[in-house]
């Protein structure tokens, strides 16, 4: 009898324990920029994952809402792309603490001051997360495009401006030890009194996918905390149905119904190499 391989073993699964944080993967694949690390390849050409029309995005809110979702997340592509970006957030806010990831690059002076209005008429946090993969321009520029440092940069003193106390985030793309700090010392040189930073590992999807066969199996898992990884109370709504997280949203093996969120309140496979990462650097995608 042969010995069972990597591909036969069966695929391990993380519980789904309760609705806390739901993504809105609100312009799709659809962004301004080219990042060589991108998540879900976006880009300004015709996304291979369409953006969320409206209703769907405030429907997939109210169903949220009524499953006692304590976050929400919109991200993309870049969001503010998106023409229903600001209702759809005040929509967002009425229910629960909200957050935009943004590469800061589109954001005008007359948008942050929308942003600031929504925040003050909110019972609940509204966050803006801008993200950046090195503190200075020329490294940055590299990864995200010519122009975008500067244009980031400007976005988070206009945030800063208006008390939004922009999340600066970025992924280890050079596995600088310091990067932390740097980013920090960036933020308070920019006269930022409280500089917030989160540094995400590199995922091995989108353009940043590799070639390796690795998977998680249940025999790594053994001893684990399952719930302790987001797909345990986490789910993401983008086009073509709702997926276990925002890192593998419109990808087939993530999906985990046609739209439905009480529909995909099961337990979901930890099949990509992604969740090999998540597993064992402890990372998530929310802000803490």
């Given amino acids: 009898m042969r010995a069972m391989s990597v591909v036969d073993a069966p695929t391990p699964r993380a519980p789904f324990v309760a609705l806390s944080t739901l993504w809105l993967v609100l312009t799709g694949t659809l962004c301004n920029l080219r990042c060589t690390h991108c998540l879900n390849t976006s880009g300004p050409d015709a996304p291979w994952l369409p953006p969320l029309d409206g209703a769907v995005a405030r429907r997939a809110i109210a169903e949220a809402a009524a499953l006692g979702v304590r976050e929400i997340y919109f991200t993309g592509g870049e969001p503010f792309l998106h023409r229903e970006i600001l209702p759809l957030l005040e929509t967002s806010l009425a229910i629960a603490a909200t957050t935009v990831l943004t590469n800061g690059t589109v954001l005008t002076d007359a948008t942050a001051d929308a942003l600031a209005a929504l925040a003050r008429a909110s019972r609940y946090s509204l966050e803006i997360r801008v993200s950046l993969d090195a503190p200075d321009a020329e490294t940055n520029d590299r990864v995200r495009g010519a122009g975008t440092w500067r244009r980031a940069v400007r976005a988070i003193r206009a945030l800063d401006a208006r008390g939004l106390l922009p999340i600066v985030t970025a ?64 789910r993401a709504v983008a086009a073509g149905g709702v997926y276990a997280c925002p890192i593998l949203a419109g990808l087939p093996g993530a999906r985990l119904s046609d739209g439905d969120l009480t529909a995909a309140r099961r337990p979901a496979a930890l099949y990509h190499a992604a969740c090999l990462t998540c597993h064992r650097t402890g990372a998530t995608c929310r802000n803490a």
């Fill in 171 to 234: 992924t280890e793309i050079d596995g600088a030890p310091d990067a932390y700090d740097r980013f920090r010392a960036l933020l308070s040189g920019l006269g930022i009194a409280r500089p917030r930073v989160k540094i995400l590992p590199v995922f091995p999807v989108g353009r940043a996918a590799g070639d390796s066969a690795a998977r998680l199996s249940d025999a790594d898992l053994e001893g684990f905390d399952r719930t302790a990884l987001q797909c345990a109370d986490t």
